[in-house]
């Protein structure tokens, strides 16, 4: 029924750039949060950034000045740019989007699939 699908993941050295992006597809009626966390091997699942359906915007004190999470609402895709890349930027990026599947009806949260993000040491 939704799928968010997730690109833009690489490797890359230490100060050069990335844009993940997230497109979600399916039965959507409304994208409320959209959202990107980080996993590392071991760790749990941290938030990166959020914005919500009004463009306020949230970040992580780590990726706070060199990150930038945008939302295009009529293509229900959130992006990520990420800017002078760190070796602890790296981990399993996963999108999160909370949305509703039909009008008057409850609000799901789903994942994308990961997209690996290295920074070559």
């Known amino acids: 029924q939704v799928q968010l699908v997730e690109s833009g993941g690489g490797l890359v050295q230490p100060g050069e750039s990335l844009r993940l992006s997230c497109a979600a597809s399916g039965s959507i009626f409304s994208v409320n949060l959209m959202g990107w966390y980080r996993q590392v091997p071991g760790e749990e699942r941290e938030l990166v950034a959020s914005i919500t359906k009004g463009n306020s915007t949230n970040y992580a004190d780590s990726v706070k000045g060199r990150f930038t999470i945008s939302r295009d609402s009529a293509k229900n895709t959130v992006y990520l740019q990420m800017n002078s890349l760190k070796p602890e930027d790296t981990g399993v990026y996963y999108c999160?989007?909370?949305?509703?599947?039909?009008?008057?009806?409850?609000?799901?949260?789903?994942w994308g699939q990961g997209t690996q993000v290295t920074l070559s040491s």
């Open positions: 999160n989007v909370h949305l509703q599947r039909r009008m008057g009806g409850p609000f799901f949260s789903y």
